[in-house]
Nanobody, 127 residues
Framework: QVNLVESGGGSVQPGESLRLSCTAS????????MGWHRQVPGKQRELVAE???????HYAGSVKGRFTISRDNAKNTAYLLMNNLKPEDTAVYYC?????????????????????WGQGTQVTVSS
């Protein structure tokens, strides 16, 4: 059994920063890729950023240049540094991990590749 726990969410004003953390625990041999998705009411969950075990990253166009994803393999932890936050960044942010052995994909292939998800952490950006 594997559990993912997110932390670091909160309420900030536009232009401020937050860093989200996601730690995976349980029986883990390796993590192929870890990613962050976000969702607001009435909309589909969308990719924010992901990082593979080859250190390849992908970002949503709306966050490029502002957000940075990283991972600490020794701690089975992924981070999302969010700078210059905007009101449209307000959402529940979900951590996800792909733990199943399989082929490596250089591109983002969709959320179904992730077989473990956290419960989410709320990020609110407002004045």
């Amino acid at each position: 059994q594997v559990n993912l726990v997110e932390s670091g969410g909160g309420s900030v004003q536009p232009g401020e920063s937050l860093r989200l953390s996601c730690t995976a625990s349980g029986i883990i041999f390796s993590i192929n890729r870890m990613g962050w998705h976000r969702q607001v009411p009435g909309k589909q969950r969308e990719l924010v950023a992901e990082v593979t075990n080859k250190n390849t990253t992908h970002y949503a166009g709306s966050v490029k240049g502002r957000f940075t994803i990283s991972r600490d393999n020794a701690k089975n932890t992924a981070y999302l540094l969010m700078n210059n936050l905007k009101p449209e960044d307000t959402a529940v942010y979900y951590c996800a991990a792909d733990l199943e052995p399989g082929p490596y994909y250089s591109d983002y292939v969709g959320p179904n590749i992730y077989n473990y998800w956290g419960q989410g952490t709320q990020v609110t950006v407002s004045s």
